[in-house]
């Protein structure tokens, strides 16, 4: 596998123990904002924007997990930290589990909100190829128009990914489906993940249900799942101070601090 990675736009807030928060496909950094108040006197909170997505660059065909993984451990590399939390939210849950599956010595503790660590079953993974033939004649708007309400019940929520959608390259979206759709079944080694975990998901998220989520809490040999019964898709936007409550709980578990 020829693995090039590209320099990832981000934004970094607050001070502590990096925590490297990794958005969901077709979003940007933006997604993590409502957290930054919440969380900037324990960690440094630092948000890249993936390949294809927000201000980073547009590179390659597919955007395999993988492929993502190593961006973000480039963009550690420039920024001098050895290891980090690593938390992503759905897509970006995929390549925190790629980064913890190809750098494991650089995990120091792992964050899945509203994701999954299992493949796409061959129906999704074929929907998703149709999808990246739709895209590619009708653009980002395509999305833009069915994907915000599935996100989340929130109207101004929805505005919100939308404006986003709209601004992300088709380019980058078709990659990221591609690099979604032969992504590997992580069930299978998530048990060799020795560092904390949390895995935190919505009671009605309709995009992914709350049952991969509550396996790959058992699955994970150190994790705890935090359920969210209001929250859909976009919990860090929806419920901001229960995910970062969950984060923080994570970042004592790492650290070895009391939590009260
Ligand atoms: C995401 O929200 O990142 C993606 O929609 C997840 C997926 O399609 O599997």
Redesign the pocket.
Known sequence: MELQPVDLYYEEAGRGIPVVLIH??PMDHTIWHRLVPLLENEARLIMPDLRGHGRSPVEGRVSSMRLMAEDVVRLLDRLNIDQAIVVGQ??GGYVALAFANAYPGRLAGLGLVASQAAADLPEKRQNRLKQVERIRRRGSALLAESMPAVLSADPNIQQFVREIILKTDARGITAALRG?AERANAEEWLAEISAPAVVIHGGQDA??SMEPARTAAQLLSRAWLVELPTAG?MPMMEDPQAVADAIRQLICAVVNCRSD
Do not use: A, P, R, V
Request: hydrophobic share 60%.
């Open positions: 969901g496909f759905s897509m979604m995009l992914i898709h």
